[in-house]
């Protein structure tokens, strides 16, 4: 399992987002900046068209620098 908080501050609608690798499942969690709430949660399976998919809900919530970061992270770990 790998975790990692991505403190994006306001390109972001909350501000932090944490991606978890558990298993052949990748859960976004959009968390408030402030209070530390999970505001929003989605999970993805690793298949295929999972970078395409995983990149266009993260450029929806924040920006698309932002979900290339984010969208490299997960793949390079999910690769190995």
Do not use: C
């Not at 909350?14 to 989605?42: A, F, P, Q, S, Y």
Request: hydrophobic fraction near 40%.
């Amino acid at each position: 399992m790998a975790t990692k908080l991505f403190k994006i501050g306001e390109s972001s609608y909350h501000g932090k987002w944490r991606l978890t690798i558990k298993g052949n499942k990748v859960i976004t969690e959009g968390i408030d900046w402030m209070t530390g709430e999970v505001m929003e949660k989605k999970e993805f399976t690793v298949e295929p068209g999972l970078y395409r998919n995983l990149k266009l809900y993260l450029a929806e919530q924040s920006t698309f620098y932002w979900a290339e970061h984010m969208t490299a992270w997960v793949e390079k770990r999910v690769k190995g």
